[in-house]
T-cell receptor
């Protein structure tokens, strides 16, 4: 019930391409869905987050698509750049406590 | 920079020992959470403190304990260290408005030998 499943495990994209990472969850009590970016040796940094009352949120090159009925959400990175190469984690949280449950991560490599 | 500082950066301990990890955050960030991130995995929630009280705990044994101080700094204590405790330990803080965004520190890399 608490799991968040993330795919793919790794992703290689050409510069300028679109990177797509998918996540699925089981617990319908989740009401907050963030994506984090993590570089080696650093802590996760929040990229973008969405609540289940909207189906899409866009911030710059990053877009979250959310499908409440399917219990799935995805991150789209448009015009991917080599500097985007990092590990991306989806997560889900519930209530005011926001105890986040993370996916297993996607290692993104953007080729120059 | 997130304003969240963790110390030490790296630590090596022997199995069976005890360890204390520390976290300090921006003024007013009164909620602190600790996470364990094993190599190649996503962070796993250990517990959360709000106004010096634990108000949420993940699936971790009692030998993982914590404290939050009046200045909102925090400690994670782990007793009777096991080899599987080797991981990156992250703290994350949230602001007084109860906003959703959690600011993570850079983590403490703990190696148990």
């Amino acid at each position: 019930q608490q799991q968040v499943k993330q795919s793919p495990q790794s992703l290689i994209v050409q510069k300028g391409g679109i990177s797509i990472i998918n996540c699925a969850y089981e617990n319908t009590a989740f009401d907050y869905f963030p994506w984090y970016q993590q570089f080696p040796g650093k802590g996760p940094a929040l990229l973008i987050a969405i609540r289940p009352d909207v189906s899409e949120k866009k911030e710059g090159r990053f877009t979250i698509s959310f499908n409440k009925s399917a219990k799935q959400f995805s991150l789209h990175i448009m015009d991917s750049q080599p500097g985007d190469s990092a590990t991306y984690f989806c997560a889900a949280g519930r209530g005011s406590a926001r105890q986040l449950t993370f996916g297993s991560g996607t290692q993104l490599t953007v080729l120059p | 920079e997130t304003g969240v500082t963790q110390s030490p950066t790296h630590l090596i301990k022997t199995r069976g020992q005890q360890v204390t990890l520390r976290c300090s955050s921006q003024s007013g960030h009164n909620t602190v959470s600790w996470y364990q991130q094993a190599l190649g995995q996503g962070p796993q929630f250990i517990f959360q403190y709000y106004r010096e009280e634990e108000n949420g705990r993940g699936n971790f044994p009692p030998r993982f304990s914590g404290l939050q101080f009046p200045n909102y700094s925090s400690e994670l204590n782990v007793n009777a260290l096991e080899l599987d405790d080797s991981a990156l330990y992250l703290c994350a803080t949230r602001g007084p408005t109860g906003g959703s965004e959690a600011f993570f520190g850079q983590g403490t890399r703990l190696t148990v030998v």
